[in-house]
């Protein structure tokens, strides 16, 4: 089938280009080389690749309208391939060139067009360009490798990288590029099914190893609480086993001490008088426990002598605590300690109690 004459044209006109891109490119790529091996010289007022993109979007919707193209992405194009991948999306790249011959018709009747505007949009596609004349858009240029222009590729996720899954040079119609894009993205929604699918077992992964170490914590907490707990009850019994202890060897000490003490006073007690010594009192001596006692004392002996002799008779009894009472009347025979001790006699205990 021969070709129109204006097909043959535009063919011949771009085989004629090829040269000149070449040249064109090369210079670019050997200016960029050579101001890499200059680090240190500052490049005061050179756009960042943001502002390349930025000034990209602005200078295309000046053009061609800003409401009537696809939502650019202002981005560096590394940017744009991260969001693609952590929004797990396809991300379209469109690569501009003033200066080729079909530029403004696909820019007019394809980019601009309301279907395709409509078809990126409900597809979630993330559209990146930029001018291959600037250096971002050169970077990406050595990165695309394309031949012709217009320029489109497809970039996806797939086997865990992103991926150029698609490259579509040269002029095509509307409907053509979108067929083209909705075979691609059919043929390559799998692998982002794949992809989400990996991602939610790994956040269902990460969700169940927080619950596990959620639950594993709690229960060291509780653990270590009932280990506290124990340790603390083993702790006050302890405390409690070293007091009883204690009070069991202080009573000791005591009662050691009390039985010395009485047998001290045991062997310093008086004889007792006669029964028919006119000084002699007779008193009767009756113990908590029931136990009565009768001895007969001096008048004049101290009343001390008569507590020395009741503490003496009766092993429960503990030195200083305990006091004598006369049964009628009822009255405390007290020791003064601060004053001279009163004998039987003053204290009423003569001839007899």
């Not at 579509?168 to 083209?180: F, N, S, V």
């Not at 043929?187 to 099914?193: D, F, R, Y």
């Amino acid at each position: 089938t021969a070709l129109p004459i204006s097909s043959w044209s535009e063919t011949f006109v771009a085989w004629l280009y090829i040269p000149f891109r070449f040249v064109r490119s090369a210079f670019i790529g050997f200016l960029h080389f050579v101001v890499s091996l200059i680090p240190s010289i500052p490049l005061t007022g050179v756009p960042s690749g943001v502002d390349e993109v930025r000034a990209f979007v602005a200078a295309f919707s000046a053009r061609y309208g800003v409401a009537d193209h696809p939502p650019f992405h202002v981005s560096t194009y590394g940017d744009a391939v991260v969001k693609a991948r952590q929004d797990i999306c396809f991300l379209l790249v469109y690569l501009h060139s003033w200066d080729h011959q079909e530029t403004h018709r696909f820019c007019r009747d394809v980019m601009c067009a309301r279907a395709f505007v409509d078809y990126v949009r409900e597809n979630n596609l993330i559209v990146w360009s930029c001018d291959v004349n600037s250096r971002e858009g050169y970077k990406v240029s050595m990165v695309m490798r394309e031949t012709s222009y217009p320029f489109l590729a497809v970039v996806c996720i797939h086997d865990s990288r992103m991926t150029i899954v698609d490259r579509i040079e040269g002029y095509m119609t509307c409907d053509a590029l979108i067929g083209r894009l909705v075979e691609t993205l059919e043929n390559n929604e799998p692998s982002l099914v794949v992809a989400r699918e990996e991602r939610y077992r790994r956040h269902e992964s990460v969700a169940l190893r927080e619950q596990q170490d959620h639950a594993y914590l709690e229960s060291l907490r509780k653990d270590q609480e009932k280990e506290k707990e124990k340790q603390e009850r083993e702790e006050a019994a302890q405390r409690e086993k070293e007091e009883r202890l204690r009070k069991d060897q202080e009573e000791k000490n005591r009662a050691k001490t009390l039985a010395e003490l009485r047998e001290s006073k045991r062997g310093h007690l008086p004889a007792e008088p006669a029964s028919d010594d006119k000084d002699a009192t007779k008193i009767q001596i009756r113990f908590p426990s029931g136990k009565r006692l009768e001895r007969r004392f001096k008048k004049t002996d101290s009343l001390q002598i008569l507590y020395d002799f009741v503490f003496c008779e009766d092993d429960t009894l503990d030195i200083d605590r305990f006091v004598l009472f006369t049964t009628y009347p009822r009255k405390e025979l007290r020791l003064n300690r601060d004053d001279s001790v009163p004998t039987l006699e003053q204290s009423s205990l003569h001839p007899s109690a």
